[in-house]
């Protein structure tokens, strides 16, 4: 039967929009992510993908230019003694795809559990483990959870039954990437630890906490003295006097390891008792004034910069002047 104008001009929108749907459903998701409205986003992604695997952390890959990005991206430009936008340039020329396919796990599903946030439950559990699937992901990709979701759009419960499902991840920073290092220094201000080889040149650069009261943070040059992985953490109701619950509890408790304790899933003593850099269970505080006095990093930046370092490796801090020594507007 023959159609008549209209009618064939029907027939060819439906075609064209029977085969963006089909488009629509089988593409990757990575590629659904880039046709939206978040091209920004993806944009300051790419950047913070190539700095992440170059060394220079962003705390979470989430798309936001935001003062980590910012502290990343000035430390790469200073390693290769270049501006700004030549820095920036060479991030963004002919990058590696922003996304890789990743298929999850059983061992992925595995690492999800419990972590409570009173001390006194969490000391029964064997482990501070993953809460769900997406922050085990997050994790392991130094991804945030909402900009995995975005890469992620057919995705609504991120649960066990994703198993065997392929998903769009950041590409990730390889996991044997760990030049040595011959010193670090932590700076205080710009919340960076930087890691600098024997020729004084710097190689790598993570962003870190401090302590809100700067009297707490440790001066001059220390030096790393012991490592453990996987710590458990001892809980005492004296580092908490603002805490009602911490005085109710009133009696130290040990914690046990997982990504969710405490001190995140390693802590590097240094030589000034007490004190430490160490993970995180909260990525996204990382980059301020926030710990009770040691140094704090994303759980996947200090795996990487334990592997830089020895027993021995010299740490100098630069700690910001004191509220006296600011200078006062004539």
């Known amino acids: 039967m023959a159609l008549l104008p209209d009618h064939r001009q029907n027939y060819r929108t439906t075609i064209i929009l029977l085969f963006l749907a089909i488009i629509a459903t089988t593409r990757p998701p990575a590629l659904l992510a880039q046709t939206s409205t978040t091209a920004r986003l993806l944009s300051v992604a790419t950047l913070q993908s190539a700095l992440d695997r ?3 952390g962003v705390g979470f890959i989430d798309g936001r230019d935001g003062s980590r990005t910012r502290g990343a991206l000035l430390d790469y430009c200073r390693s290769l003694g270049v501006s700004e936008s030549e820095g920036r340039r060479q991030l963004l020329t002919n990058p590696p795809p922003l996304t890789a396919t990743y298929t999850i796990t059983q061992e992925d599903a595995n690492l999800v559990g419990s972590a409570p946030a009173d001390w006194l439950e969490a000391s029964t559990l064997p482990s501070m483990a993953f809460t769900s699937l997406d922050e085990a992901l997050s994790e392991k990709f ?16 991120w649960d066990s039954s994703l198993v065997g499902q392929s998903v769009a991840i950041p590409t990730p920073r390889p996991s044997s990437w760990a030049p040595s290092a011959d010193h670090l220094e932590i700076d205080c201000t710009a919340y960076r630890i930087r890691a600098f080889d024997i020729n004084n040149h710097l190689i790598a650069s993570f962003p870190c906490s401090v302590a809100k009261n700067l009297q ?14 996987n710590p458990n953490y001892t809980f005492d109701p004296v580092n908490f006097p603002e805490s009602p619950r911490a005085q109710e509890i009133g009696r130290k408790l040990i914690l046990p390891p997982g990504p969710n304790n405490p001190v995140g899933v390693y802590w590097i003593s240094l030589s000034q008792p007490g004190f430490g850099i160490h993970g995180t269970p909260k990525p996204e505080t990382i980059g301020r004034p926030e710990s009770h006095g040691c140094f704090r990093m994303t759980n996947w930046d200090i795996i990487t910069l334990a592997r830089m370092v020895t027993a ?19």
């Open 54 to 56: 170059n060394g220079f």
């Open 142 to 157: 130094h991804v945030s959870k909402p900009f995995l979701a975005l890469l992620n759009p057919g995705i609504t419960n």
């Open 216 to 229: 707490r943070i440790p001066t001059g040059e220390l030096t790393f003295v012991a490592f453990a992985p």
């Open 312 to 330: 021995g490796t010299p740490v100098r801090i630069i700690t910001p002047p004191p509220p006296s020594a600011a200078p006062t507007t004539p």
